[in-house]
């Protein structure tokens, strides 16, 4: 039997170990936090498979000063980042090109076709399908400009199979009588839904794999190095030897790639929510504020609004007045939403220029796997990453063209 060491136990780790286990491999997963770190635990739950278009569209480079000008914008650079930030942001530029942006139109299309191929079986063997609540998602607007210049992208949603319906003002209310006033416009996503916490999802597949031998070790990775028929990782604790390893260490992955000569550009995107358990409002599905760039989701554990994208490393403090700026903005929509006692949080997005991950084989060994860089969309993906992941160590054929995905890209 193949023993396979999984780097990282966020859902994307985990999705892979599951695959891999069912593939009859022997799994172990090290993570250096016992429970995986956070940024699993605490995202907007959305299975999110209308965002086919990655963030680096044409022109919007240009964009990106204004945005930064303004503190609690939807995007932002902590200053003592910005020059380390800068290999990233070139890389964003040349993304942005037209041609390239469409390949990777392209390439998130494809992933979140499939986004419930695997999923749902896996949900369902680990008992939570349940908590998968397809109710589609409401994107809306408030202005007619903001959603007139949304138009192009619509036509290329729709083109990728995502089921998108026009309402005006009053039927988006009718979908969700909480809206107040200020909406113009909405869509419907009909193949959009959300699970009720994503913490839990979590927390059941890690629970289903230790209970089907799968091993779990905390200890931090320090490096990995290839011999002449396995690998070994050296942990901080100590040295684990596998046949192959897969490195799913989210937005940790540049330094570890780093060490084996590879570049991937991944970069720390943090986001901020805060959940508000008694909000006086209820609404029944994910809801997306297109033109101010946060969403809400109903989720067991309360309300949950979140958004923003701070570029700033793994280091610099969270400014939770990004929680409580995004409340702010939603009260704006939702004239009757009470913030008492939300609890704030934030994550980091594991973020690559093209808004692609990277879901590929090593150039420095092909006893190694990269999983990472999944940005907004790592829940959305992770049924399908692992099982993109497991066709490449069994030599499979695969459906899907990976070389989108390959880190080659950036090398
Ligand atoms: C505000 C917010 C909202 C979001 N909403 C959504 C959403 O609605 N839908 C969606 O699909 N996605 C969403 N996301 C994105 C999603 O949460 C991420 O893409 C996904 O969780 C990434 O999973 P991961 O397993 O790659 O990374 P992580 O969950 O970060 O896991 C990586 C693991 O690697 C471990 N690790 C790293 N380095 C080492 C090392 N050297 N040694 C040992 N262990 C190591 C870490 O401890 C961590 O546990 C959101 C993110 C944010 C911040």
Known sequence: MQNITIVGAGIIGLSIAYALHKAGVSVTVIDRDAAGDKVSFGNAGSIAVMEVNPASVPGVFWKVPAWIMSPLGPL?????????????LYQFYLASKPKHALRSHHALATLNKNAYVDMIPMFTEIGVVSELKQKGALVVYETDTGFEQDQAMWQLRQNAGVDAMYLSADQTREYE???????????????????????????QLRAWLIKNDVQFIQDEVKSIQKQSNSMYVQGKNARYEADKVVLATGAWSSELTKLLGEKCYVESERGYNTTIQNPDITIAREIVFAERKFVMTPLSCGLRIGGAAEFGGLNNVPNYKRSGALVKLAQLYFPNLK?????VWAGHRPSTPDSLPIISRSQYSDRLFYAFGHGHLGLTQCAITARLIKEMIFNEKSEVDVSMYSIDRFN
């Open 339 to 343: 913030h008492i006692k939300g609890s």
């Open 76 to 88: 932002s650079v902590r200053p003592n980042y910005s020059l380390k930030l800068l290999p990233w």
């Open 177 to 203: 009588p909480a809206l107040g006033e200020r909406v113009k416009h909405g869509m419907f996503v009909s193949n959009a839904s959300y699970v009720t916490d994503p913490k839990y999802i979590v927390d």
